[in-house]
T-cell receptor
Framework: DADVTQTPRNRITKTGKRIMLECSQTKGHDRMYWYRQDPGLGLRLIYYSFDVKDINKGEISDGYSVSRQAQAKFSLSLESAIPNQTALYFC????????????FGPGTRLTVL | AQSVAQPEDQVNVAEGNPLTVKCTYSVSGNPYLFWYVQYPNRGLQFLLKYITGDNLVKGSYGFEAEFNKSQTSFHLKKPSALVSDSALYFCAVRDSTGGGNKLTFGTGTQLKVEL
């Protein structure tokens, strides 16, 4: 969905490096999410934010941190990358309602050597 | 806690034949159910959702899904498969009670439609 953009699209880095993945959206949604996708495991929630001042841990937040710089921007950081964090990372946004659909960015493929 | 199961890692079907991708769920309250599709090198795209009402939900690209409360299932169906339907399909659930608006995804089912 072009309304949700992620940079970079691909990144190769080395163990111990600090990495930041960025997400921007033009849908005007308050809620933003970071997921990682691993083969056979589906998508797992890392962090989510219901507005600029509300950030929450998901099911697999260890080793990650986030920053919500504005309503439209939500960044994911790996403070010290490890090979186990090699995965496909997706950002998503949604309106506030519990029945609302989440809209996903194109993903960032991260490889940690 | 909410959970989703997609029992098949891969489904193979011939073009023109009907297809079914299975999904079962577990929630404490009422389920809000979603299907997403992922094409290679793309993000997830929304297909359809069940919130309430008619058990048969129609979505994008000719897909539909049937909600069955007694079997706690939400299977994705299409009457006539196309080669272009080949992709990875995810079922997801959100519980109407608690869960913090979080969406729980299944592990995905790879659909392969062959000529």
């Amino acid at each position: 969905d072009a309304d949700v953009t992620q940079t970079p699209r691909n990144r190769i880095t080395k163990t111990g490096k600090r990495i930041m993945l960025e997400c921007s959206q033009t849908k005007g949604h308050d809620r933003m999410y970071w997921y990682r996708q691993d083969p056979g495991l589906g998508l797992r929630l890392i962090y989510y934010s219901f507005d600029v001042k509300d950030i929450n841990k998901g099911e697999i937040s260890d080793g990650y941190s986030v920053s919500r710089q504005a309503q439209a921007k939500f960044s994911l950081s790996l403070e010290s990358a490890i090979p186990n964090q090699t995965a496909l990372y997706f950002c998503a946004t949604s309106p506030e309602g519990i029945t609302d659909t989440q809209y996903f960015g194109p993903g960032t493929r991260l490889t940690v050597l | 806690a909410q959970s989703v199961a997609q029992p098949e890692d891969q489904v193979n079907v011939a073009e023109g034949n009907p297809l079914t991708v299975k999904c079962t769920y577990s929630v404490s309250g009422n389920p809000y159910l979603f299907w997403y599709v992922q094409y290679p090198n793309r993000g997830l795209q929304f297909l359809l959702k069940y919130i309430t009402g008619d058990n048969l939900v129609k979505g994008s690209y000719g897909f539909e899904a049937e909600f069955n409360k007694s079997q706690t299932s939400f299977h994705l169906k299409k009457p006539s498969a196309l080669v272009s339907d080949s992709a990875l399909y995810f079922c997801a659930v959100r519980d109407s009670t608690g869960g913090g608006n979080k969406l729980t995804f299944g592990t995905g089912t790879q659909l392969k439609v062959e000529l």
